[in-house]
């Protein structure tokens, strides 16, 4: 494999994907497939992790390392993964409900570490694997398995938390523009440091079968000529009413956590020539 | 006759420096080869508040720290009403107190009332009042011919930050202090002093410090944790030592991301840890369960302290066990190691990253806030401790396709690829799961796959056995404990045997898988069995009735709420009822 | 001669409707006042998967699933292939196809065949593919004389939301099944035909809405949860139905919050309410201490499914009772109830409140897959059972300053004061305390307050012991079991005794405090116990030998992993080993 | 008490609090007492809820119902209260750590909600009850207890991360400054809906004694004539550096929880005078 060209394929495991037809979960791990290809990373060095929901069977789905743990939780686990192998190319799959409910703090954690991990979030609203309760991301006033008399709060904007978190590389796509989101991917997995893809991806099933057509005529990329390296300006793109602003809405070049450590170590005085030996550091506890 | 073993305990308030004098007085008698055990108390005051310590120093290893004082040192009475429970001094006892701070009326204590010029000396030597601790110090060692020798390099070593202009003004201090003593020196002061000669020094250890020291020395090169007392120190440590070996250190935003980050790190294939206490070890149960699932090596502390809930952070229990061998929904095995002393806290570190790696599953190590806060002097550490790894993928692992859950091994335990190996590509889950790894609903596939999990505890049960042991060889009466109340109940049954009363403790160290045969064999020769353990639910008690028939009829249950040390008379007494 | 005794399975997958066809036939079952059981399974994907039923029909009341089919429909070979384990037909059965879509090469099933027209009259009579599965509700009565009374009205409330002109196609279509089914009945397929005369009309409910009306009944006020599978009905419910009562419901940001909302909500005085199922409820396990702790009245909820970790969500399994037990640090006492039926999680909803309430701490109610989601019909719910409330200061509690947890009450409990009260203010708080409530580390108060929480163990013990008892008044074998496994326990022990065999069943519903005395009364006559429970570790059999002295020589353990119902025929098989 | 003037040391109860002397708290539960005298809210009618750090015993210090719960889970706790009690003026005492680490999941979701709860941020920088760790809201470079080589990660802005979330009352003050918090407390209990009030409180013992010097030259009032109905306009003031803005940076009137429950339950239908029958829920249930 590794002197062979990867192609999209090479990077799909032989698992029929379980999502029902039309989830717009099949562009997301499709517009993956097309990413990892383009940046030719070999499958045995990248690792793919979720939490649980209808996206975070996404790993299952992949030919690389995978992790599909427990619900909220996958940051903190790709986090671990990435400062005690920083060579490896770490992915981590979420839904909105998984992200933004209860695994908020985690994610507003992992953009202040500036962990090097890849966020991609599969926005879709609603609680799709537990059939059609209430988002934090869903509309204010939309019914839904929980919110019979409609949902009484205002949704959360991802890319606002993660810019108000101190994230450095917000991005915003949608999952049937497989063109805008390989792009997309590849510059969030090539960015050193905590990079969020909000990628809207429609529930056909609890948030109805006209969603592709719903979100279309809303999207719209980002003006000609933005540079996304203001903050204030990219809020500007956050909590938008009536249309989707679609791009990098923010990018800021500041140390990742891998080499934040990295720059301990060596304070520490760290020498991977000579190791030091546990001997040493008893030797500190004689009187 | 000077005594073989001493005990001092001091109380005193924010800016009287009782810690520190204990501390140093550790640091002199470990320099002088003397066995040293220390404990602190704080009051809720984070600065200023009430502190206290209580001291033993030996000629030999001695387990616990002692039930009543030789030495009482008063800087505040106050401060002395809150800590009196902890600090009881014996007839013969002598008790000292600033000349200026009498003893106030209606505080009655027994012993010999000393009023020194503790103030006064300080003022004088060091120009201020910071140095009563070092007059202390000082004037214990002139008075009791202990603890003079060897502080000079501990003030040293403690003070170095603070500067030369410090360090000169507190060894001024001391001596100033000892001149006092030794001149005031009376025969009977005398009679209580330490009687040694001077061995090579010793290490000053706590068990939390011992426990990190192992997990380092077995290769863990990865840890996340929270603060929480009484574990923060291992969260410190690691903070200041990993770096050096290379690894990785996260204080995690809570305890939910410090066994996430554990379990994403191990999954990379490094050995990784984290520490907590009860309420953070509650919020780890969930995900205790998913590395038990999905078979990854896991080191997870709970140093336990008073619950439920917030309880008392500061004092111990035992009372974590069920939520250990038993929490997290689902059938979920894991293995719980209990250290019972300070140097069992290192040894336990190492056999639980051992365990863990050789057996794929999280390894709990129990400790408590007697056992990892408390200081003691030890000779050694076992460096040369086997360590061994994971098994991984070996040539032909891969054939037909690499299958992360391959069944039919019979320890239950099947390779694990590490990212990085191309022919080792896998995705796991914590869903039931095929040996590929894949979903599966099958009920089959989950029987199966319980059986391979478990497995794995059977061959853990019959490979490991950690038992400790002590007293006659044929007892009449057994004690069952475990934990730091060991260091209780060692003392009670050598004096117990000394007095010719056959009594033996048995201390398991591995509670699950729980060595069944050792105990079962223990039992059988006993008229009585008394189990004592700090939990007013009696969790071990009631946890050995799971795994064995426990002979009823000849059980004596000593059960008590934590809070307060398991006393060496208070296992006295039990063994003498049980003799009854 | 008809059958008194009807199962009826059906598969297809996305687009068939199997399940709006249970439903239905459920709902005309229960409109003709027969008895009606129904559990479904789904494949793993949302929409366009598979899915199946298997509902059972009777003329008395029945309480399990039933083990073998006597009518099995398949829209869909390749979905029947999934759940072909659970959907086993009679020899005697009839299994119905569309013609169209033939019985496949290889798939070996017993019964008779039939191929019927489904897909060509669904598209004949209402235009469409989409109404096959009213074509097979008329076919199932057509031929079987069952479940075409009361079909329209059911029709008519399941289809309200989708108009008239649906609901009228889809009755046609049923008319056209029902005139082929009548035109075709056979001999034969008369012959396991229900006979059965009307009786009035049945209520339809799942175990989880049984419960939730239970809690609404209890005066709940407040629910706060975090959906999970399979305890999302009690969540939906209230959500739709809190509202009408005034009350307040939140769907939580996880389950953290969740219970963190009910202890606020009950510190208030309000009655407050969470469920979820294991993962939650392993998050639960920190705050389930503080409510302990604090003595607060809370209603938790844990629906099990299978596990570890995530499992396999949709299924069923009893691995959650550790950890409702034995989950969280500390010694942190609660109440568990465990619900063995869709009746009793009307009833255990009532009385965990009650208790709750009454004593002051939180009570666990364990239900699972199999009782939560399935649905049965039920005659009625009793509306009248008795409510209690909260003991609150009365005149002359507050005297001298009042203190939120007064020691001396004989059951522990002591009056709490509700915010708003200007003679009951009070803080309370997760660490030790003393009677007014105000942090404390005394060793002392700490014994004392363990002591009065787990006093009022003692005096729910004494007061309720709910326990379900079937079979021989004098039996040699008795089963020990809870939960779900009783539906076909007691159908088991009936058909046993029928055959004379002494066997009796005893099934607590009051798991912990653990009636313990009924139990021992119950052991003692028998010459074998069998112990039935669907964990791979044996959660049950263990938890039983930590509170009592089980008769080991005469215990046979029935334990296996969940993920498959516990059939009639394994507990007779259990029964005949055990009789041997 | 009800008819006579309640004076500010009515609210207080006589446990001596446990802190460090010096310590911001102080200043904290003082303007507390002070603004529920200005507002003369009955005692009983209010309740102080908190979790777990120096902080966190504020509760235990006051005259008024009080819960101190476990770490990070106070919000919670306030919001079911809140929400089943709206008669009852509910408050939480947090520290940093409390809030925005372990708590920050739950912070996010109060301020969504809306919930008509004031958050009192006692913001010390530091774990002060378990002695000295980093917090989110350490600067970078310090060096604490568990960052012995300096904080890796830049701090968290609390007011920021609420604004992004949606909280309708942003304000930040000092704690020596007892008139300015008094004035901004008293507007945070009275504001309907979610207030924050990120109160800069020092740790003596360890941030140094010098904590007081070294703020109070960076305070500095909100510009003459600022209308906080701004969300962009009031990020100007987060995460500053070199200064400290104090006032009030953002407020919106929004309906809170209890107002959208008040709602909710109407379009249910639900009449206080005839309240509904079990039985007629039960109805439903048969075919
Ligand atoms: C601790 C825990 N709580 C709840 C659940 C149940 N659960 C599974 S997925 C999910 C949410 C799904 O929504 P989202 O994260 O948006 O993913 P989606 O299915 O929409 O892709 C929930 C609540 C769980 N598995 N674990
Ligand atoms: C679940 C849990 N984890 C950890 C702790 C230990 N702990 C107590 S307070 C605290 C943090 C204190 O910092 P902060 O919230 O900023 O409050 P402060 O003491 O600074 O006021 C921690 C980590 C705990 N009590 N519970
Ligand atoms: S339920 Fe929604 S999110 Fe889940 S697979 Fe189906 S369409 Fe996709
Ligand atoms: S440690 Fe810091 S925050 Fe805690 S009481 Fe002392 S000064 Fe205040
Ligand atoms: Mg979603
Ligand atoms: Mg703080």
Request: charged residues 20%.
């Amino acid at each position: 494999m590794s002197d062979q060209q990867r192609k999209p394929n090479d990077y799909k495991n032989p698992l029929k994907p379980v999502w029902c037809p039309g989830c717009g979960d099949f562009g997301v791990v499709a517009a993956l497939y097309r990413a990892l290809s383009q940046l030719q990373i070999p499958q045995e060095k990248i690792a793919v992790l979720s939490g649980i929901g209808c996206s975070s069977r996404l790993p299952g789905y992949m030919a690389t390392y995978g992790f599909n743990g427990v619900h909220g939780r996958a940051l903190p686990v790709a986090t671990g993964l990435k400062a005690s192998r920083p060579d490896l190319t770490v992915i981590v799959a979420a839904g909105d409900g998984d992200g933004v409910s209860i695994g908020a703090g985690h994610f507003l954690h992992a953009a202040r570490r500036n962990a090097d991990v890849t966020y991609v979030m599969m926005d879709n609203q609603i609680y799709g694997l537990t059939k059609g309760q209430v988002a934090p991301t869903t509309p204010k006033g939309d019914k839904t398995k929980s919110t019979l008399y409609g949902n009484p709060d205002p949704p959360v904007d991802p890319c606002e938390l993660a810019l108000a978190a101190g994230a450095t590389f917000v991005a915003r796509t949608f999952s049937a523009d497989i063109k805008g989101e390989v792009d997309i991917l590849c510059q969030a997995i090539l960015h050193k440091g905590f990079s969020i893809v909000d990628i809207i991806s429609p529930c056909v099933t609890f948030r109805g079968d006209d969603q592709y057509d719903f979100w279309k005529p809303k999207l719209r990329p980002l003006p000609e000529g933005y540079v996304p390296s203001n903050r204030i300006e990219a809020l500007r793109f956050c909590r938008e009413e009536g249309v989707l602003t679609t791009g990098i809405l923010f990018k800021e070049e500041r140390p990742g956590l891998v080499e934040q450590q990295k720059n301990i170590r060596r304070s520490a005085g760290y020498d991977p020539a000579a190791p030091p030996k546990i001997e040493e550091l008893v030797r500190a506890f004689y009187p | 006759m000077a005594a073989s073993d001493l005990v001092v305990g001091a109380v005193g308030r924010g800016g009287d420096g009782v810690i520190l004098s204990g501390e140093l007085l550790m640091a002199s008698a470990a320099s002088k080869g003397l066995y040293g055990y220390m404990v602190q108390s704080y009051g809720p005051q984070i600065r200023g508040g009430e502190s206290s310590f209580r001291a033993r120093f030996s000629v030999e290893q001695v387990s616990s720290p002692g039930d009543f004082l030789d030495i009482l040192v008063v800087f505040d009475w106050a401060a002395y009403e809150m800590f009196s429970n902890e600090l009881v001094p014996k007839e013969s006892a002598f008790v000292l107190f600033d000349e200026d701070n009498p003893v106030p009326e209606g505080v009655r204590l027994s012993g010999t009332k000393l009023a020194a010029p503790f103030a006064k000396l300080s003022k004088s030597a060091s120009g201020s009042l910071q140095a009563k601790n070092m007059v202390m110090v000082g004037i214990l060692g002139g008075l009791f011919g202990f603890g003079a020798e060897g502080i000079g390099a501990g003030v040293k070593k403690r003070l170095a930050k603070k500067g030369e202009e410090v360090i000169k003004k507190n060894l001024e201090a001391f001596e100033a202090g000892f001149s006092y003593g030794t001149a005031n020196a009376t025969e009977a002061a005398g009679k209580i002093g330490l009687e040694y000669s001077p061995g090579p020094p010793k290490l000053v250890l706590s068990g939390n410090e011992a426990l990190a020291l192992g997990a380092l020395h077995a290769g863990c090169r990865f840890y996340a944790g929270y603060p929480i007392t009484p574990s923060s120190e291992i969260l410190e440590f690691m903070g200041k030592n990993m770096w050096k070996f290379g690894g990785s250190f996260i204080q995690a935003e809570d305890e939910l991301a410090s066994i996430g980050m554990v379990l994403g790190a191990s999954f990379g294939g490094t050995k990784a840890m984290t520490a907590t206490s009860g309420p953070g070890f509650s919020l780890m149960t969930e995900m205790l369960g998913l590395g038990s699932m999905m078979e990854i090596p896991a080191v997870i502390v709970d140093v336990q302290r008073t619950g439920p809930s917030t309880g008392i952070p500061t004092k111990s229990e035992q009372s974590d066990l069920w939520q250990a061998v038993f929490g997290t929904h689902g059938d979920a095995p894991r293995v719980v190691l209990a250290p019972s002393d300070v140097e069992d806290c290192f040894h336990a570190a190492v056999d639980a990253f051992n365990i863990s790696e050789e057996y794929q599953l999280p390894v709990v190590i129990l400790s408590d806030q007697l056992l990892a806060q408390r200081k003691v002097t030890l000779s050694s550490l076992p460096l040369d401790k086997a360590v061994v790894g994971r098994r991984t993928p070996a040539e032909g692992d891969a054939e037909g396709g690499y299958c992360r859950y391959r069944l039919g091994s019979e320890d239950g335990v099947s390779p694990m690829a590490v990212p990085g190996d191309p022919r080792g590509i896998y995705q796991t889950t914590g869903l039931e799961h095929n040996e590929k790894g894949e979903p599966t609903s099958s009920f089959e596939l989950h029987e199966v796959m319980n059986e391979k999990r478990y497995r794995k505890l059977k061959a853990i049960a019959e490979r490991y056995r950690y038992v400790r042991r002590y007293g006659a060889s044929e007892p009449e009466v057994g004690i069952l404990a475990w934990g730091s109340s060991k260091g209780a109940i060692k003392e009670a049954v050598a004096k117990a045997n000394a007095k010719g009363r056959k009594v033996a403790a048995f201390i398991p160290e591995l509670l699950y898988p729980f060595p069944k045969h050792e105990l079962e064999a223990f039992l059988k020769p006993l008229k009585k069995v008394v189990i004592i353990e700090l939990s007013y639910a009696a969790q071990f008690y009631k946890y050995l009735k799971t795994f064995l028939d426990l002979p009823e009829e000849r059980v004596i249950l000593k059960k008590r709420s934590g809070g307060a040390f398991l006393g060496v008379s208070e296992v006295e007494a039990a063994i003498e009822e049980a003799l009854k």
